[in-house]
Each structure stands twice: as structure tokens, then as C-alpha cells.
């Protein structure tokens, strides 16, 4: 069955960074775009960065040049490079992947979400 799980979230002071990591796992005949959300409390989630499986890259205007996205297809993994962090960048942060698994089923698939907190 095919799942991704995150690692890097945690506390961070206001200037500070991290480094999200998103691997994929399980049966995979092969991986599209993947991408970075993140919801506030009280917000609504909201689609932060992309990369297609070409390398093509989106970034909203809050964390454009700010944050950087990467995959490394051979480990089937997406990443999210945080630097410069602000206290308004605190939220739940939550991988999103487009795979095609074997055998067929689901498409769109999500991680558990982590936690990032920014300290002023």
C-alpha cells in the first residue's frame, strides 16, 4: 500500500530554518507532481510549492524565495528547504503526492501533516 510520511517539522526562532522531508512508499509504477501545502489555525489550507516530475517549479508570493523545492526521484522523496522562517509561517505543513501505483487505485495521496511552529 502506498503511504508518504513526513520528518523535519519542530520549533524554530524567526529567522531560523528547516528542511521537510516527504517519502513515498510502497508499490509504485511511478510518482507525477508533488507538492507542499500548509494550513494556519483558523485558515483554510492552501497550496504553498509544486514540482512536476519534469522539474518545473511553482512558488506562492509569501514563500517565494524563501523556500525551495526538490525531489529525488530515485528515493522517491520531495523536499521543502525553509529558510528565513517568520512567525506567519507557522502551520501544519502536509505533502501531497500524485502517484500511480500497482496495482491501479488511488491517485492523489497526502502525508499526516507536521507541525511547524515559529517563535518570535
Known amino acids: 500500500q502506498v503511504h508518504l510520511v513526513e520528518s523535519g517539522g519542530g520549533l524554530v526562532q524567526a529567522g531560523g530554518s528547516l528542511r521537510l522531508s516527504c517519502v513515498a512508499s510502497?508499490?509504485?509504477?511511478?510518482?507525477?507532481?508533488m507538492a507542499w501545502y500548509r494550513q494556519a489555525p483558523g485558515k483554510q489550507r492552501e497550496l504553498i510549492t509544486s514540482?512536476?516530475?519534469?522539474?518545473?517549479?511553482y512558488y506562492t508570493d509569501d514563500v517565494k524565495g524563501r523556500f525551495t523545492v526538490s525531489r529525488d526521484d530515485a528515493k522517491k522523496t520531495v523536499y521543502l528547504q525553509m529558510n528565513r522562517l517568520k512567525p506567519e509561517d507557522t502551520a501544519v505543513y502536509y505533502c501531497r503526492a500524485e502517484i500511480r501505483p500497482l496495482p491501479p487505485s488511488q491517485y492523489e495521496y497526502w502525508g499526516q501533516g507536521t507541525q511547524v511552529t515559529v517563535s518570535s
Open positions: 514540482i512536476t516530475n519534469r522539474g518545473n517549479t
Open positions: 510502497g508499490d509504485i509504477f511511478s510518482i507525477d507532481d
